[in-house]
């Protein structure tokens, strides 16, 4: 029998669930007591949780990373999805639960992945960007094929940053046949390495947070810094094929307001931010849109303008 996850549920219906923390912060309510405000989450998606009355040794057992037990109800709250707890408890060996019961992966296994970005190399005809990718990959490519793209909003799963890359590639190829003056080498490359900064930025795919180098510098600065090494190790310096990299990874967030310290000023990467755009969103819409029955609105989702979404009947 397949058992339900956690935003499977109704609203009404109670929950007694495994699941994992995945944030956890602390409040102080209008009568003056504490609560934490748990982000729990299962391989169906995540979802919000107040800790009434909290002690330090609540705070203390339910950290992120950790396994509970959770029997509550499922209710709306300014227009989300949130879990009442009625009771909770961190789980123990005779629950037989683990880490990877409870988190969201990839749809694409680690090797077919990974063979559609070597592929995307391999048919790199400039060997200065081949080299640079390859080698910055091979680096990386542990964490890269584990990472999640983000914490939250869109990929934050599993190997979602991989998956994120060859979404990109597939509609980078696309895009490529269509307009033949794009340079095909510059544009793969630019998928590629334009989040990879995130391996160090990120603390890694479980209850992700950000390191105090994410928090401190961005993903964006951290990749600029890691292909001018590069250049180094392999004595491309003097390259334009470098500079044009770092442009296209300093760019790919689009605008100033946006986090991108500089606009587009190539084409390439004009097209790989709306690439970027796309398939972010997409997956955000895919997200939201699975657990809404037809002929009803989504949640609001804040990474969208907060708007709501409709999910026609046909």
């Not at 396994?67 to 060996?93: C, E, M, P, S, W």
């Not at 990299?245 to 587009?264: C, D, M, N, R, T």
Request: charged share 25%; glycine share 6%; aromatic share 8%.
């Amino acid at each position: 029998m397949t058992v339900k996850g956690v935003r499977q549920f109704e609203v009404g219906e109670q929950v007694n669930l495994p699941l994992l923390v995945k944030s956890q912060s602390k409040g102080i309510a209008s009568n003056g007591k504490p609560y934490l405000t748990l982000m729990l989450q299962d391989k169906s998606g995540e979802i919000e949780a107040k800790l009434w009355d909290a002690s330090s040794s609540d705070e203390e057992m339910y950290k992120p990373k950790s396994i509970v037990i959770v029997f509550g109800d499922i209710h709306h709250y300014k227009g989300r999805y949130q879990l009442k707890i009625r009771t909770i408890r961190v789980a123990n060996t005779s629950d037989h639960i683990s880490v990877g019961d409870l988190v969201e992966t990839a749809p694409l296994a680690k090797d077919e992945m990974m063979e559609t970005i070597t592929q995307a190399i391999f048919d790199m005809k400039n060997s200065t960007i081949q080299r640079m990718t390859r080698h910055l990959l091979k680096k990386h490519q542990s964490a890269f094929m584990e990472f999640p793209a983000a914490t939250k909003n869109h990929h934050e799963f599993v190997s979602g940053l991989a998956y994120h890359v060859v979404s990109m590639l597939n509609l980078a190829k696309s895009i490529c046949d269509l307009y033949p003056s794009l340079n095909r080498d510059l544009l793969y490359s630019g998928v590629i390495l334009h989040d990879l900064g995130k391996v160090i930025e990120l603390s890694g795919p479980i209850a992700t947070s950000y390191t105090i180098e994410g928090n401190l510098l961005g993903h964006i600065s951290i990749m600029v810094n890691e292909i001018k090494e590069a250049a180094k190790e392999l004595e491309l310096e003097n390259e334009e094929e470098v500079m044009v990299l770092q442009h296209i990874v300093l760019s790919h967030h689009g605008k100033a307001e946006w986090g991108s310290p500089k606009p587009p000023m190539v084409k390439e990467a004009e097209i790989l931010h709306y690439i970027d755009n796309i398939d972010a969103k997409m997956n955000m819409f895919d997200k939201e849109l699975e657990h809404v029955k037809p002929g009803e609105f989504s949640d609001r989702v804040f990474a969208l303008d907060n708007r709501s979404f409709y999910k026609p009947n046909f």
